[in-house]
């Protein structure tokens, strides 16, 4: 099962709407609440971030039956230093983030310990891209 | 059960009002917690929580369906505008407005045997 959403920069008031379609899907298909909610609270996240940072980008979701694929693509400013980025309370947010309740360099950090596979790469002056893999039938804590 | 507390039950202590979802106010939660940041209630794993919010926009219910969070008490009398209303209909969520500041709403739900998450 395939989705594919638009996310654009700057657009809060729709920032979560992939998310939200994600997760009714999840429930549809009696995904365990644990995983939904790791799945979502990651992708959310995510999809904040294309929100707050980037100018543009994609979101791809691939379901089976042992795991959920996310991959998110943007055109953005890009990262220059990952391993800071990914560090807790760093973050480069505007105040119009910070605002939304976002920007406190909790993001990163928040997806990688939802995900139980996460790669992230980034170009300075193009864009990021984030992989997030859920798997499904592991028991859950 | 001592530590749960209804949704109606926190309404009467907090002298708060529904502003939507009123139909599910028997909805038991069992812990509570306050914060204006969003990025800090999405590392929450705990389940039947209620979060306590002076964030007063869309963001804050996003957030809320995301993490399962069923309630949310806006508190220092914030009001919740239509947009929030909507998606937290849409979410079979319940809203509630509170003039107390977070401190206050916290300490009387604290009071009352809500369990904090950590």
Same mark, same amino acid.
């Given at each position: 099962?395939?989705?594919?959403?638009?996310?654009?920069?700057?657009?809060?008031?729709?920032?979560?709407?992939?998310?939200?379609?994600?997760?009714?899907?999840?429930? /549809?298909?009696?995904?365990?609440?644990?995983?939904?909610?790791?799945?979502?609270?990651?992708?959310?996240?995510?999809?904040?971030?294309?929100?707050?940072?980037?100018? /543009?980008?994609?979101?791809?979701?691939?379901?089976?039956?042992?795991?959920?694929?996310?991959?998110?693509?943007?055109?953005?400013?890009?990262?220059?230093?990952?391993?800071?980025?990914?560090?807790?309370?760093?973050?480069?947010?505007?105040?119009?983030?910070?605002?939304?309740?976002? $920007?406190?360099?909790?993001?990163?950090?928040?997806? /990688?310990?939802?995900?139980?596979?996460?790669?992230?790469?980034?170009?300075?002056?193009?864009?990021?891209?984030?992989?997030?893999?859920?798997?499904?039938?592991?028991?859950?804590? | 059960?001592?530590?749960?507390?209804?949704?109606?039950?926190?309404?009467?202590?907090?002298?708060?009002?529904?502003?939507?979802?009123?139909?599910?106010?028997?909805?038991?939660?069992?812990?509570?917690?306050?914060?204006?940041?969003?990025?800090?209630?999405?590392?929450? /794993?705990?389940?039947?929580?209620?979060?306590?919010? $002076?964030?007063?926009?869309?963001?804050?219910?996003?957030?809320?369906?995301?993490?399962?969070?069923?309630?949310?008490?806006?508190?220092?009398?914030?009001?919740?505008?239509?947009?929030?209303?909507?998606?937290?209909?849409?979410? $079979?969520?319940?809203?509630?407005?509170?003039?107390?500041?977070?401190?206050?709403?916290?300490?009387?739900?604290?009071?009352?045997?809500?369990?904090?998450?950590?």
């Amino acid at each position: 099962m395939h989705f594919e959403y638009k996310v654009q920069g700057g657009d809060f008031a729709r920032a979560g709407l992939a998310s939200s379609q994600v997760k009714k899907v999840l429930k /549809q298909l009696n995904v365990d609440a644990k995983v939904i909610k790791r799945v979502v609270v990651a992708m959310y996240e995510a999809e904040v971030n294309i929100v707050a940072h980037a100018y /543009q980008g994609t979101i791809n979701v691939d379901i089976d039956t042992e795991r959920i694929v996310l991959n998110l693509k943007d055109h953005g400013p890009g990262i220059p230093d990952i391993p800071l980025a990914m560090q807790r309370g760093y973050s480069t947010a505007s105040p119009v983030v910070r605002e939304m309740g976002f $920007g406190a360099g909790m993001g990163l950090p928040n997806i /990688q310990s939802n995900a139980d596979e996460f790669k992230i790469t980034s170009e300075v002056g193009k864009g990021t891209n984030l992989e997030i893999v859920v798997y499904l039938n592991v028991p859950q804590e | 059960m001592p530590g749960k507390m209804k949704l109606n039950q926190i309404v009467e202590v907090l002298q708060a009002k529904v502003v939507c979802g009123s139909e599910l106010l028997n909805t038991e939660v069992e812990f509570a917690f306050a914060s204006d940041l969003m990025s800090d209630v999405l590392t929450i /794993q705990a389940d039947n929580l209620l979060l306590i919010t $002076g964030l007063a926009n869309v963001q804050a219910v996003r957030t809320a369906e995301m993490s399962d969070i069923s309630a949310i008490v806006f508190v220092r009398n914030k009001k919740v505008n239509d947009d929030m209303i909507e998606l937290a209909e849409e979410n $079979g969520m319940v809203l509630i407005e509170c003039a107390s500041s977070m401190f206050k709403a916290a300490g009387l739900l604290f009071g009352q045997g809500l369990k904090p998450v950590y």
